[in-house]
């Protein structure tokens, strides 16, 4: 693709990132998935100590994670930051009804419980040589593609 070339159906901003600019985003990626390794964030033993109110390291984390967005979209906001391309950044406000919250919270949870990881560190334990995630993320990328599907029969 060239400089200002647009994806139909995708984003209305123009793609002008080479590939070589991509190498920020894996940096990033694997940056990430070592704060998640160091951190035990992608620990099973961590995980399931969580599940069973045994050690607060994981609502530490978490909960030092839900602090950071806020404040970061709060700074967004008063800030009146802009990307990138110019654009005024938003967030746009979600319906609220209680079905969605339930059922995609409860799916999560159980996934979470039954594979011992929530999706993001997935990557980063196979790249640890944890093999047994390979389930895991043929599961999620099923559990993508099914939503996909029933997306318009879903309470949204």
Not at 14 to 26: F, M
Not at 49 to 63: A, D, N, P, T, W
């Amino acid at each position: 693709m060239s400089a200002g070339t647009r994806i139909p159906g995708v984003t209305d901003a123009p793609v002008t990132r080479a590939a070589g600019g991509l190498l920020v985003y894996l940096m990033m990626g694997v940056y990430f998935g070592v704060v998640l390794i160091k951190s035990e964030a992608a620990s099973w033993y961590r995980i399931q100590e969580m599940f069973r109110f045994e050690s607060v390291h994981m609502y530490g984390l978490i909960g030092s994670a839900v602090l950071t967005g806020l404040l970061t979209t709060w700074l967004l906001r008063r800030s009146g930051a802009r990307s990138l391309d110019g654009q005024t950044i938003t967030v746009t406000p979600k319906e609220r009804g209680w079905a969605r919250y339930v059922l995609g919270g409860a799916t999560f949870g159980i996934g979470w419980g039954l594979a011992g990881v929530c999706p993001g560190p997935i990557f980063t334990l196979l790249g640890a040589g944890v093999w047994p995630m390979l389930v895991v993320l043929t599961f999620a990328l099923l559990g993508t593609w099914l939503y996909g599907a029933l997306r318009k029969h879903l309470p949204h």
